[in-house]
């Protein structure tokens, strides 16, 4: 969600704290039936959407500090991948072992197996009737590189001539690596969550047809139009609030 959504929601909040100050001030002027406008219901309203809006952003500062920290860890992969490569083909593998750590670190660097075509290229084997479809071969989702760092431990842990003095690209350690990114995307994916139900909520409080702050203020305006006119000045102190 935009931040200009957030800041659109906060002066919708604001504005309608600011309506019910004008009701107050009408004093037993302002008895409607509705028991969803009266003065305590508007204010239990103004309560529940500020504390709603406030949920949300501390869930996003959490969020956000969440993605950075993962972004951060998983940035080391693709060097370190780097390395790790160069250290099995220095190991003396095999030229078959060599390929399909080959294959592994290619994904983790988003690389495809092959140049994409050009526009030319998808013409010229179309008009020899070949399917020229090229699917993204980009692998660099969180939940893919996890994956494909699962896949190349496992190749490096049954491959017994990988054995590298350096601690770093040892397969002990990168199988802790995995652990740890593996664990810190899991509370970004967990916190992308409880945030999205937290909006849900939000939008509920605020927006729900019948009983949202916005549907409240709403028929409180058109309340106060039948008791004082559309012309008069109580009426016209709160109809130009915006809430919306």
């Given at each position: 969600?935009s931040?200009?959504?957030?800041?659109?929601?906060?002066k919708?909040?604001a504005?309608?704290?600011?309506?019910?100050?004008?009701?107050?001030?009408?004093?037993?002027?302002?008895?409607?039936?509705?028991?969803n406008?009266a003065?305590?219901?508007?204010?239990?309203?103004?309560a529940?959407?500020?504390?709603?809006?406030?949920?949300?952003?501390?869930?996003?500062?959490?969020?956000?500090k969440?993605?950075?920290?993962?972004?951060?860890?998983?940035?080391?992969?693709?060097?370190?991948?780097?390395?790790?490569?160069?250290?099995?083909?220095?190991?003396?593998?095999?030229?078959?072992?060599?390929e399909?750590?080959?294959?592994?670190?290619?994904k983790?660097?988003?690389?495809?197996?092959?140049?994409?075509?050009?526009?030319?290229?998808?013409?010229?084997?179309?008009?020899?009737g070949?399917?020229?479809?090229?699917?993204?071969?980009?692998?660099?989702?969180?939940d893919?590189?996890?994956?494909?760092?699962?896949?190349?431990?496992?190749?490096?842990t049954?491959?017994?001539?990988?054995?590298p003095?350096?601690?770093?690209?040892?397969?002990?350690?990168?199988?802790?690596?995995?652990?740890?990114?593996?664990?810190?995307?899991?509370?970004?994916?967990?916190?992308a969550?409880?945030?999205?139900?937290?909006r849900?909520?939000?939008d509920?409080?605020?927006?729900?047809p019948?009983?949202?702050?916005?549907?409240?203020?709403?028929?409180?305006?058109?309340?106060?139009?039948?008791?004082?006119?559309?012309?008069?000045?109580?009426?016209?102190?709160?109809?130009?609030?915006?809430?919306?």
């Amino acid at each position: 969600m935009s931040a200009q959504n957030e800041s659109g929601h906060a002066k919708n909040v604001a504005n309608f704290e600011k309506l019910i100050t004008y009701v107050i001030g009408y004093g037993d002027a302002y008895a409607p039936s509705n028991a969803n406008i009266a003065l305590s219901s508007l204010q239990a309203k103004a309560a529940e959407a500020h504390g709603s809006l406030e949920e949300v952003h501390s869930l996003l500062a959490n969020y956000n500090k969440s993605v950075g920290e993962r972004s951060a860890a998983f940035a080391q992969l693709s060097k370190l991948s780097t390395r790790v490569f160069n250290a099995l083909k220095a190991s003396g593998a095999t030229q078959a072992q060599i390929e399909t750590a080959e294959t592994h670190h290619r994904k983790l660097q988003g690389r495809r197996a092959s140049a994409r075509f050009s526009d030319e290229q998808k013409e010229q084997l179309a008009a020899q009737g070949q399917d020229v479809r090229q699917v993204s071969a980009s692998q660099l989702s969180f939940d893919s590189i996890l994956d494909n760092l699962d896949k190349q431990i496992k190749f490096l842990t049954a491959a017994d001539v990988y054995a590298p003095n350096e601690a770093d690209l040892q397969v002990a350690s990168l199988a802790s690596l995995h652990s740890n990114l593996l664990q810190k995307n899991s509370t970004t994916v967990n916190q992308a969550a409880t945030l999205s139900s937290a909006r849900l909520k939000r939008d509920e409080v605020l927006n729900h047809p019948e009983t949202g702050m916005i549907a409240l203020a709403a028929n409180t305006k058109n309340y106060l139009k039948s008791i004082f006119g559309a012309t008069s000045p109580e009426y016209k102190l709160v109809s130009g609030i915006a809430i919306r």
